[in-house]
């Protein structure tokens, strides 16, 4: 055998889960068909003396992880800037929000702005704190039946008042924050954050995406110095140190299936042999085009995909971002949540259902360059502006290589209200738009969660029941990344979860 364990693709999960077992003593091998590492967890010099990164900035749930501990990363280059404040929220009225690490510093500023609203905000976290901890833990574990009950009934969200709550959990995110808030402008952010997880706020049983919200404090919001891409190539470098191979430019042609089990992966005409083999591509990908015909499961053809989600515009300014509410550092740091109200998400998904590109999007500010001078030259900063909600597939049998210029000048201009000055500073740009995302980096129909995160595709049931405990369809065939528990985000639980298994079979 070439190898005890293949790696398919050198996404976060992915690379996690070959550090745990090239940690353990076992041989691995990793396959990537770019020429970088990281996939959606990557960092590139786009424009000279900047540095882009292509798919997730903000680290924030792997925070909530010990992986970076287990594995010491911090010993092969991994180093974390803190970010105070998480959250900054402007309006055109010349109001702003700030959520800081620390809720009662979160909690003061509000009531000095809204008086109610800071006692509002700490009774929030601190009743749905419990609750939020035990999701965490669910994330950290393989969802079978048997550890999801016991985690809730033996969790910290134990001693929940479940009679009550449950009216709470099954409630669209939107409205769950009329329980707690008054101000719009309090709420609003709050929602925002919330839908970054790709469903609207009106869908029933979506009110998790919002209660996890106290986590924030917990795990605070951090970035990889260099870009996120840091946080990858330290993963890289532990593999190699462990004696494990990770080669790029080196795409999987399909995996070498033999009596209904795993031997291996071929690559460039060459085939490679391990005892098992860890796909962390998206799974429509693994299924539809890697594994033999014959192997591939039914339950294939009940994965939502979703049309698309999302699209960012990455700028580079040859001078610091300004915003009309709060110049400064402050409003910088964070994420920049520039939404004006909770209709102004819903109309860009009413847009986004007709197969529109949202007219009047919300915008995640990005501005990591506050903290992190590697990121531009001197006097210059890079701009990241996700923005929601844009269809992969457009109404009109219109292409997104016809309007994705015009699409990306009409985020700007929604931002510039905010940051005026902002467009006459762009020196260089990168529009990621849903079809970009699917040619570069395999996010089928521009879904970066790979599958839509609804009820129905979470859990036991990510990506189909029967193969959410990281089990492809033939012996020997491992799952781990976006497509599989929890889903999408930079958190790395698929990895660690993943290598659990993998360890057990291979031992």
């Known amino acids: ?24 003593g076992y041989r691995v091998g990793v396959f990537e068909r770019r020429d970088v590492v990281g996939g959606a967890v990557s960092t590139v010099e786009h424009v000279p003396g900047y540095q882009f990164d292509l798919g997730g900035s903000a680290h924030i749930l792997i925070r909530l992880t010990p992986i970076v501990e287990e594995l010491g990363l911090e010993r092969y280059g991994l180093e974390y800037l803190e970010l105070d404040p998480l959250f900054f929220a402007p309006y055109q009225d010349g109001a702003s929000v700030t959520i800081y690490r620390d ?47 016991k985690t809730f009934a033996f969790g910290d969200s ?17 409205e769950v924050v009329d329980q707690f808030f008054t101000h719009e402008k309090v709420k609003t952010p709050l929602v925002w954050m919330a839908a970054q997880s790709g469903p609207p706020p009106t869908e029933p049983l979506s009110a998790p995406f919002l209660l996890w919200h106290p986590l924030y404090h917990e795990s605070g919001v951090a970035r990889p110095r260099g870009g996120s891409g840091g946080l990858t190539k330290a993963l890289r470098q532990h593999i190699e140190a462990h004696g494990g191979d990770v080669f790029t430019s080196a795409p999987v042609d399909r995996i070498v299936v033999s009596s209904g089990a795993v031997e291996g992966v071929e690559v460039k005409g060459e085939v490679y042999t391990a005892t098992s083999v860890l796909s962390g591509t998206h799974i429509l990908e693994t ?12 339950q294939a053809d009940q994965m939502r995909v979703g049309n698309g989600f999302g699209a960012i515009l990455r700028l580079a300014l040859d001078k ?24 102004q998400i819903s109309d860009a998904y009413a847009d986004y259902l007709k197969g529109h590109p949202a007219q009047d999007p919300p915008i995640v500010g990005m501005s990591f360059s506050a903290v992190d001078d590697t990121l531009a030259p001197p006097g210059g900063e890079v701009l990241w502006l996700w923005a929601q909600y844009f269809p992969y597939e457009l109404s009109g049998g219109r292409s997104w290589d016809d309007i994705g210029d015009e699409v990306a000048e009409s985020i700007l201009d929604t ?35 790979h599958l839509e995160m609804s009820l129905d595709q979470m859990f036991t049931l990510r990506p189909a029941l ?10 020997g065939l491992f799952l781990t990344g976006a497509s599989t528990h929890p889903g999408g985000g930079i958190m790395g639980a698929s990895g660690r979860n993943a290598a659990r298994v993998v360890l057990k079979h291979l031992s």
């Open 1 to 24: 055998m070439d190898y005890d364990l293949i790696v398919i693709g050198a996404g976060h999960n992915a690379l996690i889960s070959a550090a745990y077992v090239a940690q353990a």
């Open 103 to 149: 809720v009662d510093q979160t909690a003061q500023g509000l009531e000095r702005q809204f008086p109610g609203e800071g006692e509002a905000y700490k009774a929030f976290v601190d009743t749905w704190a419990p609750f939020s901890r035990t999701v965490k833990d669910v994330f950290l574990s393989t969802p079978s039946p048997f550890e999801l009950g």
């Open 158 to 174: 134990a001693a929940i008042d479940w009679q009550n709550a449950l009216g709470t959990i099954l409630r669209p995110y939107g």
């Open 287 to 298: 299924l539809d085009r890697l594994l033999p015909r014959a192997d591939r499961p039914a």
């Open 320 to 343: 610091p971002l300004e915003y009309a509410a709060a110049p400064g550092l402050e409003s910088r740091t964070g994420l920049q949540l520039v939404c004006r109200n909770r209709q």
């Open 415 to 449: 931002f510039e209200v905010y940051a005026p000055g902002t467009k006459a500073s762009v020196v260089g740009s990168l529009f990621q738009h849903p079809l970009w995302l699917e040619r570069e980096l395999g996010l089928f129909r521009g879904n970066v969660m």
């Open 466 to 475: 029967g193969m959410s405990e990281y089990k492809g369809p033939v012996d």
